[in-house]
């Protein structure tokens, strides 16, 4: 059995289609979205759509949840922007859609899919510290929980007591060990930030307990075109090609 896993969409119409037609192509036997579904990028109405046709399994992230209602007061004027434009291009089904959506789901309670980290929704495991903390914390409170799915900082990130993997800029399989609890964030589909522009997803195949990272090249330049023309600030434009 084959899961398709990615999150960090953020409205990025011409990646989620590239990704999905990968998923398609490797026959994938349930999708998961690890949540931000919509916010940076200028398609989120058509991303939800696609995302509900093909019946993939969501929960919500931060950016989904600001859209829908609960907007965090720290949060920085061109995401507020692009927040009020979401809300704008969203219909009422599409935002009951967003606002219905779960902060986690489990599969068969062995495999975990959160947006932040485990402890918390908005977590960010953005250190050595915070990944332990957290692996101790799955050891302890949720011992049956083999792998995590996260998302959140935009790092294809493979993490355990055994092993750190960051270096996952191209396409690559990681034989995972069933000795050990794992934390994996399969990095963003529409806004990767690790220097690496080219779009991120993973295949998870539970029989050999293995993970193939792909990273794909999608069209950037439309996406960016359709940044600017929606009058959104040129900076989120600017990065997707840098990959930060
Ligand atoms: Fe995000």
Redesign the pocket.
């Known amino acids: 059995m084959k899961f398709g896993i990615f999150?960090?969409i953020?409205a990025n119409l011409e990646a989620l289609s590239t990704v999905l037609d990968l998923m398609k192509q490797e026959k994938v036997d349930q999708i998961f979205c690890l949540?931000?579904i919509v916010?940076?990028n200028a398609n989120p109405a058509e991303c939800i759509e696609l995302l509900r046709k093909q019946e993939v399994l969501c929960i919500s992230?931060?950016?989904d949840r600001f859209t829908s209602g609960e907007v965090d007061a720290v949060i920085r004027a061109e995401t507020r922007q692009v927040i009020e434009y979401t809300r704008r291009a969203l219909s009422d089904d599409q935002m009951d859609f967003i606002a219905s959506l779960p902060e986690e789901r489990s599969w068969q309670d062995i495999f975990l899919f959160v947006h932040g980290s485990p402890r918390h929704k908005d977590e960010y495991i953005n250190s050595l510290q915070v990944a332990r903390s957290n692996l101790n914390l799955l050891r302890r409170e949720k011992p049956y929980v083999a792998i995590c799915f996260y998302?959140?900082t935009?790092l294809p990130y493979v993490i355990s007591s055994k092993e750190i993997i960051t270096d996952i800029h191209y396409t690559k399989t990681i034989e995972l060990d069933k000795k050990f609890t794992y934390l994996i964030n399969t990095g963003?589909v529409g806004?990767p930030r690790d220097q690496c522009p080219l779009a991120s997803c993973a295949i998870f195949d539970i029989d050999q307990h293995n993970i193939t990272y792909y990273r794909l090249k999608y069209d950037i330049t439309t996406t960016q075109k359709k940044i600017i023309d929606n009058g959104l600030d040129p900076k989120l434009a600017s990065r997707l090609e840098k990959g930060r």
């Open positions: 999150g960090d953020h949540g931000d916010g940076y992230g931060n950016h998302g959140h935009h963003s806004q």
